[in-house]
């Protein structure tokens, strides 16, 4: 059997410094609260708790005061800062500067919004960390947008500008595009395409994997996607990769394995998300090739 795992797999640049920045904090074994899963990998964050990291939520910073506080890569709204300020709680700031850069950029859409009576509409998952941030630069009032039926929110007698999540799939932004467009044309009103703002937000770093993933998961005979539950960007590029090769599996560490997948004259490429560690990949190698005997 013939082990790969993909090499253009594992963190992005976002994830990598904060959990970097995170172990630099702790490095004198003090421990450190974060607001929020680091990462949105339960394996990593095991891992992580070990070294003295805590997570909490925004409940919890309402009431701590005096301490350190991380803020990760999906970044944080306004309010997040303020009270921090008023409870003595020291930032360490790890937020993505893609994700900051695309904050300023919504917070500016909002305030020309409110002179033109516009809507600020973001295609992403309600409730996501980044989302959350995202939403805050505009007093909550950005529309959140995933599916077509969500577009009923929308007033298309009113100005749009369209963002999208930083990890949100390129063709899934653009699908929603073409939708917004065709209502502004059904509704016939005031609105036209040419005062429809969208603006592709999609960090690069993420958007190039899909490429690279159809190329892998073209390749293999089986595919391991290696990913934590809740991550994104783990679901849009594992169903890239089954919508390329059938047989693509997800699971979360390789406890989730099930032997009857693999042949042994298959070839089998081990890949993942921008959230998954490249130590959880290699783990998912080391015993699929311990296991070769059984599976012959």
Known sequence: MQIDIDPHSGYCFGVEFAIQMAEDEMSDGQELYCLGDIVHNAMEVKRLYKKGLRTIDRDELKEIKNCKVLIRAHGEPPETYQIALENNIEL????CPVVLKLQNR????YDKSQEVDGQVVIYGKPGHAEVVGLTGQTNDEAIIVTTDEDLEKIDFNRPVTLYSQTTK?????????EQIE????????????????ANDSICRQVSNREPKMVEFSSSHDVVLFVSGKKSSNGRALYNVCLEHNPR????????????SWVN??????????TSTPRWLME????????QEEVVA
Request: charged share 25%.
């Open 92 to 95: 360490i700031d790890a937020s």
């Open 106 to 109: 919504i917070k500016h859409s």
């Open 169 to 177: 799939s390129t063709k899934g932004f653009y699908h929603i595009k």
């Open 182 to 197: 065709e209502r502004i044309k059904e509704t016939k009103g005031s609105l036209t395409v040419e005062d429809f703002n």
């Open 248 to 259: 693509s599996y997800f699971i979360e560490n390789e406890n989730d394995i099930d032997l």
């Open 264 to 273: 042994p004259a298959d070839k089998v490429g081990i890949c993942g998300a």
């Open 283 to 290: 783990n998912v190698a080391n015993f699929l090739s311990s």
